[in-house]
């Protein structure tokens, strides 16, 4: 390996928006990241809802369209 082309590889510790913090190495002093397996849904079995009611309609008024009925 050429020596002075490659980064340092230095201590840092990666920083997730619920609080959890991970020591790790790696070539940026510091990381900040939204989920972890920590709060992730995936791994933690919980599900965080979305508020969708009402899209259908709000599609059918937009483009004036009739629900269709069934028979």
């Known amino acids: ?3 002075g ?3 340092d590889y ?3 510790t990666i920083t997730c928006a619920c609080g ?6 790696s070539t940026r ?3 900040h990241v939204e989920v972890c397996s920590k709060c992730h849904p995936f791994f933690t079995g919980r599900q965080k ?3 969708t ?3 259908i309609e ?8 009739e629900t269709p009925t069934a028979g």
């Open 49 to 51: 809802l979305m508020d």
């Open 10 to 12: 230095i201590e840092t």
């Open 1 to 3: 390996m050429k020596a």
């Open 20 to 25: 959890e913090v991970i020591p790790t190495r």
């Open 29 to 31: 002093p510091a990381i």
């Open 53 to 55: 009611a009402g899209r």
């Open 58 to 65: 709000r599609f059918q008024r937009k483009y004036k369209r």
């Open 5 to 7: 082309i490659h980064p």
